[in-house]
């Protein structure tokens, strides 16, 4: 699940920093919250055109979701101080682990791609699958997580980095917290 919060280019992104810095820990032992990266993008650093907050979340179970969301557990402060973002939500394929797990990740990468039009998503997710397990197992790589949304027909590759993000990556983050409370509750590879 991600959504985005584009803000004016004059923003002052030391301000969602500090949002993070105070805010951020409340989720670190949230009930089914598999991962969250609260991530930025700043405009005119690693290429970003924009500011955004645009963080993204991995659930153990659809029930943490919910409680975020609507459950009055997280959710309302987005609400009340930017107001409802359309949040996206994929359907998982598989979450690896990489080498650098154990560091603290700095940068992070969404990459999109869209499964052909009338083509059967068996092949493409199955060769998605096969490109997404090399690149888990890449130097700095944190966590990989490669998902689906069915309504669009559209691949995420979404990606948490010890140290800078590849500049070959369509979306580039700055990592500000990670909070994982049940990652290990994910199992990682194929999820079906």
């Known amino acids: 699940m991600q959504y985005e919060i584009t803000l004016p280019a004059d923003y002052d992104m030391d301000v969602i920093r500090r949002r993070v810095a105070t805010r951020g820990s409340a989720l670190d032992a949230f009930p089914g919250l598999g991962l969250k990266a609260f991530v930025i993008r700043e405009r005119g650093s690693g290429g970003s055109p924009v500011n955004q907050y645009a963080p993204f ?22 609400v009340d101080d930017f107001g ?50 090399r690149q888990a197992r890449a130097e700095g790589v944190h966590t990989g997580a490669l998902a689906v949304d069915p309504r669009s027909w559209e691949l995420v590759h979404f990606t948490l980095w010890e140290h800078a993000a590849p500049e ?17 509750d994910i199992g990682t590879g194929r999820q079906w």
């Not at 153990?60 to 402060?77: H, K, P, Q, V």
């Not at 949040?87 to 940068?107: D, F, M, Q, S």
């Not at 499964?115 to 397990?133: K, N, Q, T």
């Open 168 to 184: 070959t990556a369509d979306t580039r983050y700055e990592v500000l917290h990670l909070s994982a409370p049940h990652l290990a």
């Open 84 to 133: 409802r973002p359309e949040v996206r939500h994929w359907t998982g394929v598989a979450l690896e682990r990489g080498p650098a797990h154990g560091a603290v990740p700095r940068a992070a990468t969404r990459r999109t791609e869209p499964i052909p039009a009338g083509a059967d998503p068996a092949p493409v997710v199955e060769r998605a699958l096969g490109e997404f397990r």
């Open 57 to 78: 979340y991995l659930w153990a179970g659809i029930g943490g979701m919910n409680r975020f969301l609507w459950g009055g557990a997280g959710f309302g402060g987005i």
